[in-house]
């Protein structure tokens, strides 16, 4: 191995730790713990090391997110793959969306919430966030009817993320979880319904 790709190696083996420990302190603290400070006193890097990696807190934040956009697509990709009927594969999607925010609640907010430079549905999007979106899209592909998918889509991500939110604050019921989701997919496959009856 030369001296260029062990140097290679081992920045992107610090690039590794500095996301790990991010994520870490995140979900065990909150994001108002994460400052760059406290992330180099944690991996025992000075500031300046973390400074060759990243920018400032908020790039390291959007490297959490994109990892999480990466994780998310793997999650509802193994969802998406299982051979069920289109309502059911749909609300198994959905529930595997929830799942995922219900797990990592802070990550979930790197990913959705928090004012970081990600641009969502334009063609220059990064890579992670255009595989999530996709996964989603082929999910419903069978049940859109004569709408049309991509907007489909984008109601469908919004629903689900709204009850995200609203789940995670406190302000739906929480009794009702599962009632709503149900709802929600019966919504979104409503036209293939209506055209089978």
Not at 52 to 59: A, K, L, P, S, Y
Not at 88 to 113: C, G, H, I, W
Not at 132 to 144: D, I, M, Q, T
Request: aromatic share 6%.
């Amino acid at each position: 191995m030369s001296i260029q790709q062990r140097r290679e190696r081992e920045l992107a083996q610090r690039r590794r730790i500095i996301i790990s420990t991010t994520r870490k302190l995140a979900e065990s603290e909150g994001w108002s713990a994460v400052t760059t400070r406290r992330l180099a006193d944690e991996i025992e890097y000075s500031q300046p090391v973390l400074y060759q990696h990243f920018h400032g807190r908020d790039e390291i934040i959007k490297a959490v997110a994109l990892e999480g956009f990466g994780e998310l697509t793997l999650a509802l990709r193994e969802v998406r793959q299982r051979p069920l009927a289109p309502e059911a594969k749909v609300s198994a999607l959905a529930q595997a969306f929830m799942d995922f925010a219900a797990a990592n609640p802070r990550l979930y907010e790197a990913m959705f919430t928090m004012s970081i430079d990600l641009l969502f549905g334009h063609p220059d999007s990064p890579s992670p966030l255009i595989s999530a979106f996709a996964e989603l899209r082929e999910g419903l592909s069978p049940v859109v009817g004569s709408r049309d998918l991509d907007t489909l889509t984008e109601v469908f991500w919004a629903s689900l993320h709204g009850l995200v939110i609203l789940t995670h604050s406190g302000r739906l019921r929480p009794t009702h979880q599962q009632e709503r989701l149900a709802l929600c997919v019966q919504q979104i496959t409503n036209e293939t319904s209506h055209a089978s009856s």
